[in-house]
């Protein structure tokens, strides 16, 4: 742990996933994690997706070292989980700078660039087409 992260400062970082953003905020403490408010087994009933937001912290053994607080919002579920997996994989490398190379490698510091394909003019959605007749 870097000298500043011993004081009772935050460490911020923000993650994004398709339309959702997450805030998530580190600071050493008791293990304790928020999301709007709410305990993150509450906010993300599905086991997948508090995995998803929880994968940093087990990654790098912190669970019981630092208090994450997160607000979220925008998108679904899922992407906010995914938002909440990024924000706190940047808060953490700043939080302990050491950690990075590591959260790097494996991919916790990769945006998921994959968005939501635009509807085209003279079609149904973005692939789908109006329907055909020949005759």
Do not use: C
């Not at 709007?36 to 790098?60: C, I, L, M, S």
């Not at 085209?120 to 959605?125: P, R």
């Amino acid at each position: 742990m870097s000298a500043e992260a011993t004081s009772k400062t935050w460490f911020h970082g923000t993650g994004r996933r398709k339309e959702s953003i997450a805030r998530v905020f580190v600071r050493p403490g008791s293990g304790k994690f928020t999301v709007n408010g709410r305990p993150v087994e509450q906010y993300f009933p599905n086991f997948a997706w508090k995995h998803d937001a929880t994968e940093p912290v087990k990654f790098t053994n912190l669970a019981d070292q630092i208090d994450v607080v997160v607000t979220a919002h925008g998108g679904g579920v899922g992407g906010q989980a995914g938002a909440v997996r990024m924000g706190l994989s940047r808060a953490i490398s700043r939080f302990n700078p050491e950690l990075r190379p590591a959260l790097r490698k494996n991919g916790f510091l990769t945006r998921d660039s994959r968005m939501k394909e635009r509807k085209k003019y003279g079609q149904k959605g973005a692939r789908k087409r109006f329907q055909f007749t020949k005759r």
